[in-house]
């Protein structure tokens, strides 16, 4: 009888599980939240073609190995040293832009509180930009400007024509008048100041967003991804306020939304306090 109960024993001890001490299982938690934030980046990106493509390549693979296909094998061993370098090389951008959006800290400062009270710009030139937006967007003229924060945009600063003007709302209207030199384009505004018109952004390649939005819109939602700016699009084609920022875009904008918006990029002295992540007041709930 005994005997018997050792080979019992023994048969079902390749179900035992493996002890997990309390490391195991934050490692675990912490490699499934890695691994959630890479497949919603990926979804976002050209990378989701090349998933789709390799997941093609594994069921080749696999049925080349079942079958013996040795040519198709042969093929398989020489080319995927090859295919790995050319992976680093034609997704360069979406890598350099997914470190981009990791050296932005948005979970670093998670639980941490916003010790930086300086102002950004002043109130004038906030009512200066609504203003000018609330114009715009009633003749229909279509506008990009984006408004700098921590993040700098010297890179994209560089792309257009230097101003360092006071931001007013005759400058901006008169900048995307049509058939004007400098319409074309974005400006961007730093601090006070319009520091730059023309200047090209990149645009974004976010696979879920809407097809019927254009280039403007695009490349507000794409220096939203790689930068913390808060950008106002308004449409050429509807007359419509949109806004971008860390790559989301909120279309349909009225203009209290605009101006919380533009309060908080302000970063004034407000009583405005940070809870897990997520900053809280009561203007900012009412928009």
Request: with cysteine; aromatic share 8%.
């Amino acid at each position: 009888m005994r005997a018997f109960i050792d080979n019992l024993k023994q048969s079902f001890d390749w179900i035992s599980l493996p002890k997990f001490a309390v490391t195991d299982i934050v490692e675990i938690l912490l490699i499934a939240f890695l691994i959630y934030h890479l497949i919603n980046w990926i979804k976002r990106t050209r990378a989701w073609y090349l998933v789709k493509g390799l997941v093609m390549l594994l069921i080749i693979w696999i049925a080349a190995t079942i079958f013996e296909f040795t040519a198709i094998l042969w093929i398989f061993r020489n080319a995927i040293s090859v295919g790995i370098i050319a992976i680093f090389i034609i997704f360069q951008p979406e890598l350099r832009k997914a470190l981009e959006q990791l050296g932005q800290n948005r979970f670093v400062g998670f639980f941490g509180t916003n010790k930086s009270t300086v102002e950004r710009f002043s109130d004038d030139t906030r009512e200066e930009i609504i203003a000018a937006v609330n114009s715009m967007a009633s003749v229909k003229t279509g506008a990009l400007i984006v408004i700098e924060e921590k993040v700098s945009l010297d890179e994209y600063v560089h792309t257009g024509i230097a101003l360092d003007s006071i931001v007013t709302s005759a400058l901006l209207i008169n900048i995307f008048e049509h058939n004007t030199p400098l319409h074309d384009g974005a400006v961007i505004v730093r601090g006070n100041r319009a520091v730059a018109a023309t200047c090209i952004l990149p645009v974004s390649e976010n696979m879920r967003l809407s097809k019927e939005l254009g280039t403007r819109h695009r490349a507000g939602v794409g220096v939203s991804e790689v930068s913390d700016c808060l950008t106002i699009i308004v449409s050429e084609e509807t007359g419509k306020v949109a806004l971008a920022q860390r790559g989301q875009l909120i279309r349909d904008v009225d203009e209290n939304l605009l101006r919380s918006k533009l309060n908080a990029s302000q970063n004034k002295s407000t009583g405005t306090r940070r809870l897990f992540g997520k900053e809280w007041n009561n203007h900012e709930r009412q928009a």
